[in-house]
């Protein structure tokens, strides 16, 4: 995840898709849709993918890391850029877009690698090698970086200052914010949290002297739910934001790649950056 100084689309277009043939299986724990069925999508054999429910394209998220998702507090949906997003290539690829329940972040490669539950994973997540010897990704859709919030009151701010024993860091278990404090604020303790939203909010009441996360999250968090909190340091890590998808499932992320390439060419990308950060990325 996460895990932007700058934000960068890279699209390729890829294979065409169409409709085709089904095969039951059940859909393992909780959910939203009404057929647990398996479908493949094809107008060859060539091209064809796998779906858990015919029609329907089924997405797994963390709906704790806003604005890419989260829950709506009226509806107790899910919404997000990341929903937005998902809907469009859904539409192009002729699929309706439906959401399991939030799942934590570090359940969701073991989930999209196992298949069956959900056929992929669109919650601002890294694309990593690590990560991508379990499942496969699409092209990027977006850049980003991390970084460093602190109290505004805090007296330690830069990474050498909050590098220290006694130092408590947070981020969210297993995203690349807590790879990185990890890695480099080795001599603070390094605390990891269910989702970033506990994480900020313990460092807005002194549990924490400082929370690693990404950017674009970090800076919505700051300017909208916690303004006692700010940014002390912005790290240019250089990643990028991929859906992941099962390796069994490859024409998949074929069709997603060419759905992709299409919303960024007829416009449909910008308006859903325009939507959620007020400006094309």
């Given at each position: 995840m996460m895990s932007s100084?700058?934000?960068?689309?890279?699209?390729?277009?890829?294979?065409?898709?169409?409709?085709?043939?089904?095969?039951?299986?059940?859909?393992?724990?909780?959910?939203?849709?009404?057929?647990?069925?398996s479908s493949s999508s094809s107008s060859s054999s060539d091209d064809s993918y796998t779906l858990v429910t015919d029609g329907k394209l089924t997405c797994i998220?963390?709906?704790?890391?806003?604005?890419?998702?989260?829950?709506d507090e009226n509806t107790r949906e899910i919404k997000g850029f990341d929903v937005d997003l998902a809907a469009a290539l859904a539409d192009k690829m002729g699929l309706e877009s439906t959401w399991l329940p939030s799942q934590q972040f570090d359940s969701i490669v073991p989930l999209i690698k196992q298949g069956g539950k959900a056929d992929?994973?669109?919650?601002?997540?890294?694309?990593?090698?690590?990560?991508?010897?379990?499942?496969?990704?699409?092209?990027?859709?977006?850049?980003?970086?991390?970084?460093?919030?602190?109290?505004?009151?805090?007296?330690?701010?830069?990474?050498?200052?909050?590098?220290?024993?006694?130092?408590?860091?947070?981020?969210?278990?297993?995203?690349?914010?807590?790879?990185w404090a990890q890695e480099n604020l080795t001599k603070a303790t390094y605390v990891p949290c269910d989702d970033f939203v506990q994480c900020f909010a313990g460092v807005s009441t002194g549990l924490y002297d400082a929370a690693v996360c990404d950017l674009p999250?970090?800076?919505?968090?700051?300017?909208?739910?916690?303004?006692?909190?700010?940014?002390?340091?912005?790290?240019?890590?250089?990643?990028?934001?991929?859906?992941?998808?099962?390796?069994?499932?490859?024409?998949?992320?074929?069709?997603?790649?060419?759905?992709?390439?299409?919303?960024?060419?007829?416009?449909?990308?910008?308006?859903?950056?325009?939507?959620?950060f007020g400006t094309t990325i």
């Amino acid at each position: 995840m996460m895990s932007s100084l700058s934000r960068r689309e890279f699209f390729k277009v890829s294979t065409a898709i169409g409709g085709g043939m089904a095969a039951a299986v059940m859909l393992a724990g909780c959910g939203n849709s009404s057929s647990p069925s398996s479908s493949s999508s094809s107008s060859s054999s060539d091209d064809s993918y796998t779906l858990v429910t015919d029609g329907k394209l089924t997405c797994i998220c963390n709906a704790a890391f806003p604005p890419f998702e989260s829950i709506d507090e009226n509806t107790r949906e899910i919404k997000g850029f990341d929903v937005d997003l998902a809907a469009a290539l859904a539409d192009k690829m002729g699929l309706e877009s439906t959401w399991l329940p939030s799942q934590q972040f570090d359940s969701i490669v073991p989930l999209i690698k196992q298949g069956g539950k959900a056929d992929i994973a669109v919650t601002g997540m890294t694309i990593t090698d690590e990560r991508k010897k379990e499942i496969d990704f699409t092209d990027p859709y977006l850049d980003s970086n991390q970084a460093i919030v602190v109290a505004k009151t805090a007296t330690a701010t830069t990474e050498e200052e909050l590098d220290v024993a006694g130092k408590k860091i947070c981020a969210q278990s297993g995203t690349t914010g807590g790879d990185w404090a990890q890695e480099n604020l080795t001599k603070a303790t390094y605390v990891p949290c269910d989702d970033f939203v506990q994480c900020f909010a313990g460092v807005s009441t002194g549990l924490y002297d400082a929370a690693v996360c990404d950017l674009p999250v970090s800076e919505n968090m700051v300017n909208n739910s916690y303004s006692d909190l700010t940014i002390s340091v912005q790290i240019p890590t250089g990643e990028q934001y991929g859906i992941a998808v099962s390796k069994d499932n490859p024409n998949l992320t074929k069709a997603l790649n060419k759905a992709l390439s299409e919303i960024k060419e007829d416009g449909t990308l910008d308006d859903i950056e325009v939507k959620w950060f007020g400006t094309t990325i």
